[in-house]
């Protein structure tokens, strides 16, 4: 129920896979049930129908971008909301059964993102080998194990469950790629704010209005509301329809970010509110600590001209 932590939770698996171990960051999901999900939609409709507390998917990568499934089921059926992010560094391993040669390979597994963000090792280090698509990375570890391939590109926590050899290790071609996963819930009270915060939405435009996307970004800016990613996905209903989703730094109990939402409501054919949530943390540098409200427009700011204009309705000095 809404408010009650999460124990039974659901995950894209299968075993192995960096959902997994984004997963297992979270001390709860320690304590509790976990369950691999063959796939996305299986994950948030096990979540919507009450069997799972929460789900835990990949959003999005910094090399390959969002990863469109989740954000399309997203906005699809009964609300869901997202509680909480992880950001997750993504090492690519080559592992093998033990004795097997680098020499020797000739197939490897690999799910397509895998392969994509290693493309340039695989050039250049096995020009030959025939890069076979599996399903997950979990999958490519458990493939390689069972001998149905040579190889294969995994995590870390694949290669150690089926207890492969590592044959190379990062072998990604970008060394800093991220990989954000959310964790979803049924609809419940948010976390509270922390004052460093995301809050995620879906919205949908009038397709027929100039500038309905500027009337957007308008509310957003105005307020001083800092707009950190912007994705569009077709609706389905016709060329031209997308749903745009937005990640704005900001709480909903944040008096800005509220009239916002209220603009945004105002003046947009629909809008799914996705959550806000506790920002993930991760680098510890100075792109880690968030970025001030322009002046004039931080919170205190606000709640100061609101309580200056109620003075004047109601007649006090203000």
Request: charged share 20%; net charge neutral; with cysteine.
């Amino acid at each position: 129920m809404p408010g009650t932590p999460p124990s039974r939770f659901v995950y894209l698996g299968p075993e192995g896979t960096f959902t997994e171990q984004a997963l297992r960051t979270i001390p709860a999901a320690e304590r509790g049930a976990r369950t691999p999900a063959r796939s996305v939609p299986e994950a948030l409709d096990g979540v919507r129908s009450g069997d799972f507390d929460a789900a835990v998917v990949p959003l999005e990568n910094s090399v390959g971008g969002a990863v469109a499934v989740t954000l399309d089921e997203l906005v699809a059926g009964d609300p869901l909301v997202i509680t909480r992010e992880i950001v997750l560094s993504v090492r690519f391993q080559l592992a093998a059964r033990s004795g097997t040669q680098r020499s020797g390979i000739r197939t490897v597994a690999a799910h397509p993102q895998a392969s994509a963000q290693c493309r340039h090792w695989l050039r250049a280090h096995l020009p030959d080998a025939t890069v076979v698509d599996v399903l997950s990375n979990g999958a490519a570890a458990a493939d390689a194990a069972d001998g149905r391939y040579d190889a294969a590109i995994c995590a870390p926590i694949g290669a150690r469950r089926h207890r492969l050899a590592i044959l190379a290790a990062s072998i990604a071609d970008h060394e800093d790629a991220v990989t954000r996963f959310v964790m979803v819930c049924r609809p419940g009270p948010p976390p509270p704010p922390t004052g460093d915060d995301v809050t995620s939405l879906a919205v949908y435009i009038a397709h027929d209005r100039v500038g309905a996307l500027l009337a957007v970004l308008t509310e957003l800016s105005v307020r001083g509301i800092n707009l950190t990613r912007i994705e569009s996905r077709p609706t389905g209903e016709g060329l031209g329809r997308y749903a745009f989703f937005l990640d704005c730094t900001g709480h909903v109990a944040d008096v800005r970010l509220g009239e916002a939402l209220q603009g945004l409501r105002r003046t947009c054919a629909d809008v799914r509110f996705l959550g806000s949530y506790p920002r993930h943390r991760w680098t510890g540098t100075a792109a880690d600590v968030p970025l001030p409200a322009p002046p004039g427009l931080s919170d205190a700011d606000v709640a100061d001209s609101l309580a200056w204009l109620s003075r004047i309705r109601a007649g006090q000095p203000a």
